[in-house]
């Protein structure tokens, strides 16, 4: 499938809307030892030793990005504008810890998507979270955190396969 873009750029990787996301897991960029990729497919992620993610599983309408192209071959730029939301309904102490570092620091988001399709975000810089704290009345709903990132960046995501999604070391 391909569409053609305003800025007359052919690109199917911006133009599809992805099905949702069900898991992610969360990397500290700093406990990445070496990530690369061919083609915008992810080749290599490996963990520091005694480094790990952070898994979470979630409804897809409960979590959302998208990928929008940037600039345009007239201009001379071009690049992608990427967004991830999720709420996170917890607020034990792993949590919080996680949270404050969330706020401080660059991280790569690994996606499963309900259509079974994987992918990373943040390849080239890390993703830098906002954090929120939501505590609702008692029976009003949510209790957690809203985060959110939006960043920008010359590669879109890259697609990874569902081996080296289960590869990834976990808490």
């Not at 800025?7 to 990445?32: M, T, Y």
């Not at 709420?87 to 401080?104: E, Q, R, Y």
């Amino acid at each position: 499938m391909s569409c053609l873009l305003s800025s007359g750029i052919n690109d199917a990787n911006v133009c599809r809307k992805p099905a949702g996301v069900v898991e992610f897991i969360l990397i500290n960029k700093v406990d990445v030892s070496d990530v690369d990729h061919t083609n915008f497919v992810l080749t290599t992620l490996t963990l520091a030793t005694s480094k790990y993610g952070y898994k979470f599983t979630t409804k897809p309408e409960m979590t959302d990005y998208s990928v929008k192209s940037i600039g345009s071959s007239e201009s001379g730029g071009h690049g992608y504008e990427t967004t991830f939301k999720t709420k996170l309904f917890s607020n034990d102490g792993t949590i919080i810890a996680l949270m404050d570092t969330l706020a401080k620091g660059q991280y790569y988001v690994a996606i499963k998507n309900n259509d079974g399709t994987y992918e990373l975000l943040g390849y080239e810089n890390g993703l830098t979270f906002s954090v929120e704290r939501m505590l609702e009345a008692k029976y009003d709903g949510f209790n957690g955190y809203n985060i959110s990132a939006t960043f920008r960046s010359d590669t879109p995501q890259l697609s990874m396969t569902s081996q080296m999604y289960s590869a990834i070391p976990l808490t």
